[in-house]
């Protein structure tokens, strides 16, 4: 186990990757404009790297779809894909040290959960969806015997990706692995906030065996590079990550250009409901802890709304309390640091706007609260958690994307359901409860995509990944995501 000198050692002699990768090479934006990708541990610059607009996304789109169309990997047969994929998996196994250090680096994320979370799920991901790929059947129509119906899958052409900054090879894995095993070329713009992994993942790929062009990588922003990928005319499917706001003006773009499809995993603000009958208070406050805390609350699943039920919220604060002790701010590459920092000031002004919001709206931080900010020290907020919320309250209803957590209580299930739903959002929600009826009757209930009972972010490669309402449409991992990227053709033969 490396340590933490270790790994700053290792950070002075990686090699960071800064351009843009388009037809299987590495190249400046066309304008020759970069932006500052920023350590937001120590506010350093880290690397000067390519701002893709529209010219670089017209060369991308050119070159994904003369690789669709020369059949070089879209006609390519599902197990010899299927190779090329595993062969990917396993060079980001060789290079697991090298992909979580750039993250780290690049976002603020701890070293130790990129090595625990966010590497291994990349690669079961790449894993999984290659093997999966050559196990999916047609299906013949029950027709008449002078007719023979047929229905098959077929990849959908040029597809855009649009990831975001939280989990930058994580939610790269989950786009492309599907889009790619299904034989499609994919155009990936990663958030200008966390560019810097994905662009050494291309690289793996191409040495994998992936063809020329079949993945293109362009560093920019999204009003820019993801604002003309989403209108071109020649991208026929848009995958994206990110926040809600973004993901209307998308649908919009698409509108505006050839009705492409757009998939989107939008906001979260998800809640968390404890019983009176959950009968280990110490695991679910543990829990809550982990469900708003690990990577700084910047987590669309986070479980930033807890209600409890009046009868136990005095030892559930106690026990949340001595929970949330164990993270606290501090250098990303120390292998003991469970919370790192957030990504950019930016973000840090965000969190500390709404803190305040809910400091001037009456409810009470009991740890925690608003961030001392010291230039040239890093993004850091501390675990904050504030109780007498109400679901009328800024903080409780909007997404922070920090580690704020709103605490309310209830006394009825009904009461309790009510205020889970009382929000547009409804990507996930975790239930705590010993009662298998009420389990399954609140599981049910409650709007969103994701249920966890008894615990929070469970799930593999086997289980797919979205939201309902404001969170977004279509899903991740699991044979579902591949039904994002392909099409359904039935053919009709007369016999």
């Not at 989950?174 to 291309?202: C, D, F, H, Y």
């Not at 922003?221 to 990110?242: E, I, P, Q, R, S």
């Not at 950019?344 to 740890?367: C, E, F, H, N, P």
């Amino acid at each position: 186990m490396k340590t933490t000198a270790d790994w700053h050692s290792l950070s002075q002699t990686i090699t960071l990757r800064h351009q843009a990768y388009i037809n299987g090479t590495s190249r400046p934006a066309l304008s020759g404009e970069t932006f500052e990708s920023v350590n937001p541990s120590t506010e350093q610059t880290l690397a000067e790297v390519a701002s893709c607009d529209t010219g670089d996304v017209e060369l991308a789109v050119t070159s994904a779809r003369e690789a669709f169309r020369s059949g070089v990997w879209s006609r390519k047969a599902p197990g010899e894909r299927k190779q090329v994929l595993l062969r990917l998996a396993e060079l980001m196994e060789q290079h697991r040290d090298e992909l979580a250090l750039l993250d780290s680096l690049d976002m603020g994320k701890s070293i130790s959960e990129m090595l625990s979370v966010d590497l291994p799920d990349s690669i079961d991901c790449f894993r999984w969806t290659a093997e999966s790929i050559d196990k999916m059947y047609g299906e013949i129509a029950p027709t008449g015997g002078e007719t023979l119906g047929l229905i098959s899958r077929e990849p959908v052409g040029v597809v855009a990706a649009i990831t975001p900054w939280n989990y930058p090879l994580m939610m790269a894995s989950w786009k492309l692995a599907p889009a790619l095993a299904a034989g499609n070329s994919v155009i990936l713009k990663p958030s200008e906030k966390s560019p810097l992994s994905v662009l050494r993942l291309a690289e793996l790929a191409t040495e994998a065996g992936l063809p020329d062009g079949v993945l293109n990588v362009l560093p920019g922003f999204g009003h820019t590079a993801g604002k003309a990928l989403a209108l071109h005319n020649d991208v026929d499917v848009l995958a994206f990550t990110g926040s809600s706001r973004v993901g209307g003006l998308l649908m919009e773009y698409a509108g505006q250009s050839n009705l492409k499809q757009v998939w989107l995993e939008a906001g979260g603000k998800s809640p968390m409901v404890v019983f009176e009958d959950c009968a280990d208070i110490d695991k679910a406050a543990t829990t809550a802890a982990a469900a708003i805390f690990s990577n700084q609350g910047e987590v669309c699943i986070a479980c930033s709304r807890l209600y409890l039920q009046r009868s136990i919220k005095a030892q559930f604060l106690e026990a949340l309390l001595a929970a949330a002790k164990q993270y606290r701010g501090g250098d990303p590459l120390d292998p003991d640091t469970r919370m790192g920092a957030l990504v950019d000031k930016a973000q840090l002004d965000t969190v500390a706007r709404y803190i305040k919001s809910a400091m001037d709206d009456g409810a009470t931080v009991v740890t925690g609260g608003m961030p001392e900010y010291l230039e040239g020290q890093g993004f850091y907020v501390e675990p904050t958690i504030i109780t007498e919320a109400r679901n009328d309250m800024a903080f409780v209803q909007e997404e922070i994307f920090g580690p704020v957590l709103a605490v309310c209580d209830f006394d009825t299930e009904d009461e309790a359901v009510h205020l889970a739903n009382d929000n547009r959002y409804g990507l996930g929600a975790s239930v705590w409860t010993d009662n298998l009826s009420r389990a399954h009757r609140v599981s049910r209930q409650i709007q969103s995509g994701m249920v966890w009972v008894n615990g929070w972010g469970g799930g593999d490669s086997t289980m797919p990944f979205g939201g309902v309402k404001a969170s977004g449409n279509g899903r991740d991992k699991s044979l579902h995501s591949l039904e994002k990227y392909t099409e359904l053709k039935t053919v009709w033969i007369s016999l």
